[in-house]
């Protein structure tokens, strides 16, 4: 698949966000978005998924597509366990879905957390677990917006292999503030910056 945005603006109560952003996000790559706070990757990201309309411009390429997300906060079931978390994405929960959310989820988190409610999870761990739910399901295109925060260096990289390996063959935009991410996760480098005013 491949996403197009073309002149992309968008502003907030007069105030510009960023204006005529054109790019185009091709299946099969990864692009790593960066920008100070403020710049409005996560307007970038709601506008992508059609949460949110811009002011003038188009994106193109996302209709009939299935795209998977990780949004800024983690937005996962307290109550229920990390598992849950994760099947209850699935319309039909199979035997073998089970199992293969369990690997996964036990490739990033200690077994015996992912049977426990996610109330009692540190920030990091809540973190995987969402990133591990948005890969979990088919998807044309994940949008990821700072997967990577509260986790330590090596859980970092571990996550970062994990999201690669999960991604290969498609689309994966994903937000960052740390450059070294761009060469591990082998991605494309994309400013939104407030300056520049676009990518
Ligand atoms: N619904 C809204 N109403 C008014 N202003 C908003 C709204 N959503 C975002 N903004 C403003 O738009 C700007 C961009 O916000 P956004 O969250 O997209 O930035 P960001 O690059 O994701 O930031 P961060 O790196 O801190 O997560 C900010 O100044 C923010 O206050």
Known sequence: MEITVTNLSKSFDGRQVFSQVSQTFRTGDIYCLMGTSGSGKTTFFRILLGLDQPDSGTVSGTEGAFLSAVFQENRLCESFSSLDNVLMVFPKVTKEIRESVKEDLC??????????????????????????????VPFDAVLMDEPFTGLDEDTRRKVIEFVKQKTAGKLAIISTHQEEDVPLLGGSLIRLTAEEKGI
Request: some cysteine; overall charge positive; glycine content about 6%.
């Open 107 to 136: 490739k990033l988190l200690p077994e015996e957390s992912i049977y426990r409610p996610v109330s009692t999870l540190s920030g990091g761990m809540k973190r995987r677990v969402a990133v591990c739910r948005a890969l979990a």
